[in-house]
Each structure stands twice: as C-alpha cells, then as structure tokens.
C-alpha cells in the first residue's frame, strides 16, 4: 500500500512551493502575534477598567491577564525555540 503526498528522500521540492510554504508559515506568525496583541490590549483595557471602578468582577480581570500573560510566555519560547534552531541550522556544515 502506497501513502500519497509524502515525497521520498530524492525529490526535492521546488522553489516555488518551498515560497509558498514560507509565506504560508510568515502569515501563521502574523495571525498568531497579532492574537496575542489583541489578548494584550482586553486585558489592559480590563485592569483600567478595574482601576477606575468601572469593571466589578475582579474574576473576569483577572482571567484576561492571566490569559495575555500565557500567550505571551507562549510567544516568548515558541520564538525562543525558532532561534535556537536557527543556530542550529547555521552551525551545520554543508
């Protein structure tokens, strides 16, 4: 039984689709720091709110910071690992 769509060790993929597969990847990081940035900014506009006396529910405050501050420690080691494996890439030798 054959898998379709897995290319063998001899085929290489061609420029054009290793472009679109890159700009494929750049639009998934875009999308995914601009959902941070949005969580960022709720849970700012959340502890103004709170601040000023207009938001009671101490709860749902807290949620929202505490929601911002896990995408952005997940941001944080998902580019962490993205580098280190760029250092691992330069550190090979061709």
Known sequence: MQISGIRGPASSPSASSLGETLRDFVAMLEEAV???DTLQQ???EAAK???TGQA???HAVM???EQANLALQLTIQVR???VEA???IMRMQV
């Open 86 to 88: 760029y250092q691992e």
């Open 80 to 82: 962490n690992k993205l």
């Open 63 to 65: 949620v929202a910071l």
């Open 42 to 44: 709720r849970a700012d």
């Open 56 to 58: 009671q529910d101490v």
């Open 49 to 51: 709110a709170l601040a």
């Open 34 to 36: 601009s959902a941070v």
